[in-house]
């Protein structure tokens, strides 16, 4: 049995006993009837713990049944990003004279990363149980093999309210930040961004002319001549982000016969792509960003650039969900795209009647403080490029952070008016 459906027939046993139907679990999920359905059958793993720790609680299971639970999901996750990152096979090696037999003997590697009580966004709803405190333990009594993928968790923190200290220093470079932050969000075009293979993450690229300054009095000496400063974030984007994990519309321009059934957000970017399909009316992008050295950097503010305005094409509209409400709304910055000159707002959320305070500027981040900004940008009126600038500032240096879908703009397309199509699971095709 393959670590996937492992956890797939455990969450089967929790929902058996539980005595919930599909339908209550997928709203207290945040999810879609469909959704649970593939995960229950093993078609499909979900893409964060949040959802395996709601489902967990929601079907009661004991200490021991959740961390059972969150073992097997880590070990059916670790699987899927290794297939995910299989390398193509090598060429067949030219023969060669034997070399006496030597004996090579390797240690067990393999890392934990430190854990907190917020979910993989940094807002996560309800009180933790102890055993969601003890994840990096239950890594380690995986077992892992040789072969097998090291699973890190990063524990993500909200932004530092106070206004740090940032010393006077050079300007610095700025960079791109990649949408390939997950194996299913990889495959930019030609001529972007490139990625650290390790990590996913974008690297710096080279200054524009004029960017850099002579240094203050006591700093750092200047970078050689012709190389870049070294970017002190790193920043994984997400642009297929769904509201609750599966509220979402796409535009296309095939019909209803030839588009396959929406896929679990995980699997979005590759379902877009095939599709030639188009966030319709909104995009969330979310940007998780840490730093690379061992000082603080400050995040100074977002800024918003529309490249171009097209009139939005007559395409379908395909829902991902019949409806999959959830008693969370993250703080979040949103952006009006029809605006003249859209803005980054910040506004706050909610938690099941609690308020979340909106995100505000300056941010503190670093190697061991992880910062996640979270981007809603919605239009009524165009078929819109656009991209966000970062502005950071540290010790060594200041520049500015693009953050685009690879390389290339995030897209949103405005879709008033057209056909709306959903899926219907019971008839097994799509249905205005």
């Known amino acids: 049995m393959s670590e996937a459906e492992d956890f797939a027939r455990l969450m089967r046993e929790l929902k058996e006993r539980g005595g919930l139907s599909y339908g209550v679990l997928a709203r207290r999920l945040h999810t879609s009837t469909s959704t649970l ?43 899927r990003r290794a297939g995910a990152a299989e390398p193509a096979p090598a060429p067949a090696p030219v023969p060669v004279e034997p070399e006496p037999e030597r004996t090579v003997v390797v240690g067990p590697v393999g890392t934990v990363g430190r854990t907190t009580d917020t979910g993989p966004t940094g807002v996560e709803s309800g009180a933790r149980p102890s055993w969601y405190r003890r994840r990096a333990a239950v890594v380690a009594a995986a077992g892992l093999t040789a072969g097998a993928v090291a699973v890190a968790l990063l524990a993500v923190t909200g932004p530092d309210r106070g206004t740090p200290h940032a010393g006077a220093g050079t300007r610095g470079s700025g960079g791109s930040a990649s949408a390939a932050a997950t194996p299913s969000e990889q495959g930019a075009a030609p001529g972007a961004t490139p990625t650290d293979p390790a990590t996913g993450t974008a690297q710096p690229s080279a200054p524009s002319a004029g960017s850099a300054t002579e240094p203050a009095s006591g700093s750092a000496p200047p970078p050689v001549a012709g ?22 519309a796409y535009l296309a321009e095939r019909g209803p016969g030839s588009v396959p059934p929406p896929p679990v957000q995980a699997d979005a970017p590759a379902w877009a792509t095939a599709q030639r399909a ?41 829902q991902m969900s019949q409806g999959c409400g959830g008693g969370l709304t993250p703080a979040v910055f949103a952006v009006n795209l029809d605006a003249p000159r859209p803005l980054a ?12 305070p909106a995100p505000a500027f300056p941010m503190r981040v670093s190697a061991d403080e992880p910062v996640v900004l979270r981007v809603e940008a919605v239009t009524t009126g165009c078929d819109c490029d656009w991209s966000l600038d970062l502005r950071w500032a540290s010790p060594a240096g200041s520049g500015t952070l693009r953050v685009d879908d690879g390389g290339r703009p995030l897209r949103t397309s405005a879709a008033t008016g057209r056909p709306v199509y959903g899926y219907a699971l019971e008839q097994g095709r799509w249905v205005r």
Request: proline share 6%.
């Open 278 to 318: 188009v966030h319709a009316g909104s995009q969330i992008v979310e940007v998780t960003l840490h730093g690379t050295g061992g000082g603080a950097v400050v995040l100074e503010g977002l800024e918003v650039r529309v490249g171009a305005r097209r009139t939005p094409p007559a395409w379908n509209v395909y």
């Open 345 to 356: 707002r910040p506004v706050a959320g909610n938690d099941a009647g609690n308020r979340l």
């Open 37 to 79: 359905h593939r995960y229950c059958n093993g078609e499909a793993l979900p893409a964060e713990f949040a959802v395996v720790d709601r489902f967990a609680r929601a079907c009661g299971a004991c200490p021991a049944e959740a961390v059972d639970l969150h073992r097997a999901w880590l070990l059916a996750d670790a699987r």
């Open 227 to 248: 190389r870049a400063p070294a970017m002190p974030l790193k920043a994984a984007v997400r642009s297929h982000v769904w509201a609750a994990g599966c509220d979402h």
